[in-house]
């Protein structure tokens, strides 16, 4: 597998008892204002229920959570256990831990030391937040070895914990052929595709029938993968029950996100350029509640999987067994969409909202459903990138532009459209690091989407009529 | 929890650089959207490019303050072109997609080590305003303003950036009052009217992206001159936020909202900032620490952005029927 891995730690610190009071301060205060400009005109007694309903799911979660407290709590006894902050990293080259390399963090006139242990992990407590400089003193390091940069950056003016990975030299070395290298990167190219592609379609079903660019569709993905790490690694359910579990917690954020605020909105007839707007205070507001839940350490989910090789591609178990969901999971919603009688109404409203009222199809209903299908897809997504690649609290938004590329690609609004976006997009990401380094894929991805804009703004398979 | 200190240092902020940056940021948003209806959610990418512009021709090409001046306006400029031509005949949400994608790409740019020996890479660029601070008239010492103390330093970037804020502001008023103006907010109102009374409707757009981006080039300077360092992290997509947030909080359609958007929406961050770091420092939130306090304030920059729009999003000084947020 070799998707940018970062050899990070996955550090669980004992954060989660001391933010959950500022997450019921927070979200309740955020959501209650739509709620009182509807309860006027509209069904007041449906949406108490769809209240009721939601602090109890919130509740819910609280309970898991602080379940499973105490647990990652006594993770965190280091010795200098009053201080927050903390450095980490795993000094590895081609695969093989180098323990005994002295690193040093100097802030100011602060400094403090670690040694990397035999898995070549090494930690250093801070006890204050600010830019540290972290030093590897390359006198330490064994004969053979060479670091390419011994001197970086932590930055931990905004977070608690900052991975700083030294790269060594024969890291990027690469012996095998150049058709080899292209094989493995279409493989690689088309998982993150299939990955893009569920979450894209879930931004492209909820355009279709609201119109709304949603922003706040990355922290989707980014709840999947976190509630997957909780309810695997630190309550230690089965990974396959945890990713169940992850899935309906996701679908159950889209279904109240909708009902406390988009339906709101919609209710008020907000344009879709606010909603838009709306959408980025909401991804801001999610993203700085996951962190402030989550910290902003990655988290190591499925420790990578077993390794298997086929012909040139190196892989593992856990990807293929996501590739394999992903496929059943579109197919899924494309039968979804072409066969079921909801799914029939849902490419109505796509077309035009009007005319499948006028045809006696529930719009209101119509789009309950879409969100929370949205939400179950794009959960699957955010499930599967958290156990086949690592998660933070920006995982989501890091691939937000490539989901809006992939959807904008494809043309907004048709799901078909965004699977072949999203499988264009994860090729360009994934081969284009052959030509250029691996830090400016994702710039690729989007002089991609630019250049096609030129020459077909409507997209791939996009409508003409979509043009402004 | 020192009261006098939080009180002082939140009106300090009313006259900060930071405040004054995101003020020209917001002036050049207010030209794309608030009078043309473009929405631009790259505007990280033009203030980097100036921020960029200025300390790379300083530093690479050794040229003087107002060489790179030029140069990082122009950097913007040209950016503003290369992104107007494929996207201004799209619709606006697009045209925000590709604008804050173009800003992201530019930020992966500037970020990468590959570049380092001119962009200095994640680290950035340092030590590029010798020029500006040699030409500070004011002599060396202390200065007590009567809330806060500042060096000479200090002062002398307030001033310009200040000074900046003014001429920007000035000239908005005078542009959007002129027939050129006019045709601007016509196109925002209705841009197939305008076209049929036979205006190049791609040619006004563009130059309104220009100038803003312009503007918006100017506000980056400013940024990265208070503290002569430009660091890539400070040009991601939370940089286009957060000047959303101070222009619509002042009133989008406005030349005054932007700027008094930004005394009022940093001082409300230093203001919570403040009582929040107090109340931690004496135990009375025993659940959050000093780094997340930090990180309550993005928070709130997103709670204030959904509460704005929804509920005023003409701002303060705008007017409801010119903030329709067209589509």
């Known amino acids: 597998m070799t998707f940018a891995k970062p050899f990070l730690m996955a550090i669980s610190k004992g954060m989660l008892l ?66 927050q902050y903390s450095i980490a990293g795993t000094l590895k080259q081609n695969g093989k831990p180098i323990k005994g390399v002295d690193i040093t963090a100097v802030d100011g006139s602060f400094s403090n030391k670690a040694t990397s242990d035999d898995f070549g992990s090494w930690t250093i407590p801070v006890p204050k937040p600010g830019i540290y400089n972290v030093t590897l003193d390359t006198k330490t390091l064994p004969a053979g070895f060479k670091v390419d940069n011994a001197n970086l950056q932590a930055d931990l003016s905004q977070v608690s914990f900052a ?157 293929l067994i996501g590739m394999v969901i992903s496929v059943i999971t579109l197919a899924g919603v494309a039968l979804f969409l072409t066969r079921t009688r909801v799914g029939k109404a849902t490419r109505a409203v796509s077309d035009n909202p009007a005319l499948a009222s006028a045809t006696g199809i529930d719009v209101e209903r119509i789009i309950r459903i879409v969100w929370i299908a949205a939400a179950t897809v794009t959960g699957v997504a955010g499930v599967l990138y958290g156990l086949e690649f690592q998660a933070n609290w920006l995982t989501g938004f890091d691939i937000l532009l490539m989901l809006f590329a992939a959807v904008t690609l494809g043309g907004l609004g048709t799901a078909l459209g965004a699977t072949v976006g999203a499988l264009i997009i994860g090729m360009v990401v994934e081969v284009s690091t052959l030509f250029i380094p691996n830090e400016l894929k994702y710039a690729a991805a989007l002089v991609i989407l630019i250049v096609i804009l030129i020459a077909r703004p409507q997209g791939v398979l996009g409508k003409k009529q979509r043009l402004g | 929890m020192d009261f006098g200190q939080i009180f002082n240092l939140t009106l300090g902020e009313a006259i900060g650089v930071f405040t004054a940056a995101y003020a020209l940021c917001a ?132 001033i310009v950036a200040w000074g900046l804020v003014i001429i920007v502001a000035l000239l908005l008023v005078v542009l959007t009052r002129s027939p050129w103006g006019r045709t601007l907010k016509g196109i925002r109102e209705d841009e197939d009217a305008v076209r049929s009374l036979g205006k190049n409707v791609f040619a006004y757009k563009m130059q309104s992206l220009v100038l803003g981006g312009v503007i918006g080039s100017l506000g980056g300077m400013v940024f990265v001159m208070a503290s002569q360092t430009n660091q890539p992290s400070t040009w991601v997509s939370n940089f286009t936020f957060m000047t959303w947030t101070v222009l619509l909080l002042g009133g989008a359609a406005t030349i005054l909202g932007p700027v008094v958007g930004s005394a009022v929406f940093f001082m409300f961050l230093m203001l919570t900032q403040g009582v929040l770091e107090g109340l931690v420092n004496i135990g009375a939130l025993p659940f959050l620490s000093i780094a997340q306090v930090g990180q309550i304030r993005y928070l709130l920059v997103g709670v204030f952005l959904m509460v704005l729009v929804i509920f005023r999003p003409q701002g303060f000084f705008g007017n409801k029927k010119e903030m329709q947020f067209n589509g």
């Open chain 1, 18 to 83: 001391k933010v959950n009071k500022q997450e019921t301060a927070t979200l309740p205060m955020l959501a209650a204002s739509p709620d009182t400009e509807v309860g006027l005109s509209h069904p007041y007694a449906r949406l108490t229920r769809g209240w009721a309903a939601a602090i109890a799911a919130i509740g819910l979660a609280f309970a898991v959570l602080l379940g499973a407290a105490p647990q990652a709590h006594a993770a965190d006894n280091s010795d200098q256990s009053t201080w």
């Open chain 1, 163 to 319: 991975a700083v990975l030294f790269r060594f030299a024969g890291q990027t070395v690469q012996t095998e052929s150049f058709s080899d290298q292209l094989t493995q990167r279409i493989f690689a190219g088309l998982n993150f595709g299939l990955l893009l592609a569920m979450a894209a379609i879930g931004i492209s079903l909820i355009f279709g029938t609201t119109g709304l660019s949603n922003f706040a569709h990355g922290e989707m993905v980014t709840l999947g993968a976190l509630m997957t790490w909780l309810f695997h690694v630190v309550a230690g359910m089965n990974m396959i029950v945890a990713g169940v579990l992850a899935v309906i917690v996701v679908a159950g954020f889209g279904w109240l996100q909708d009902a406390a605020l988009w339906r709101p909105l919609r209710k008020r007839r907000t344009g879709l350029n606010q909603m838009m707007i709306v959408s980025i205070g909401f991804s801001i507001v999610a993203r700085y509640v996951l962190l402030l839940l989550f910290n902003g350490d990655t988290k190591d989910i499925a420790g990578g999987g077993n390794a298997i090789d086929i012909g040139p591609i190196k892989t593992s178990d856990v990807t």
């Open chain 2, 27 to 158: 002036l050049g948003l207010a030209m794309h959207f608030g009078y043309t209806g473009l929405l631009n959610f790259g505007q990280a990418g033009f203030a980097a490019l100036g921020a960029y512009g200025y300390s790379v021709a300083t530093l690479t090409f050794g040229w003087n303050m107002w060489g790179s001046l030029l140069f990082g306006m122009l950097c913007a400029a040209a950016f503003a072109l290369i992104l107007g031509i494929p996207t201004l005949r799209l619709r606006a949400d697009y045209l925000a997609i590709v604008t804050i994608a173009a800003a992201q790409t530019l930020y992966y740019l500037f970020s990468n080590s590959q570049f380092a020996n001119v962009t200095g890479g994640s680290n950035g660029l340092s030590q590029f305003g010798t020029d500006f601070y040699g030409a500070n008239p004011i002599p060396e010492g202390r200065y007590n303003l009567g809330i806060i103390t500042l060096s000479q330093d200090e002062i002398w970037i307030r």
